[in-house]
């Protein structure tokens, strides 16, 4: 690896961390954004689960905006320190998906 791809999945993954960081210590100026989102996807995903997963899920959108917030931690983590960063690199995408659906409804 090369140091300036260290420098520049680093600066990326820093962007990450600090939104979730941000998520899990004020998820309340989050919650506008995130509520829309959270009224389609969550009665959604908890009718498609079985049953021993659905209670995993988290009840509100308060939690939903935390449980973001933890998986870009790690996310971006995996990705700044290169373990499993390809991982991390889905686990990132997958929680911008929400987020570029809420800022441009269709």
Avoid: H, W
Wanted: proline letters at 7%; glycine letters at 6%; hydrophobic letters at 50%.
């Amino acid at each position: 690896m090369t140091l300036l791809r260290f420098v520049a999945r680093s600066m990326l993954a820093s962007y990450f961390v600090v939104n979730g960081v941000k998520a899990l210590r004020q998820p309340e100026s989050q919650e506008a954004a995130a509520e829309p989102i959270a009224r389609k996807v969550l009665p959604l995903a908890q009718s498609v689960l079985p049953k021993q997963a659905a209670v995993y899920l988290p009840q509100d959108t308060i939690a939903l905006v935390k449980c973001s917030g933890v998986a870009q931690i790690v996310g971006g983590l995996s990705l700044a320190t290169g373990f499993g960063r390809r991982i991390g690199a889905a686990v990132l995408a997958a929680t911008m998906v929400p987020n570029v659906i809420a800022s441009n409804p269709l």
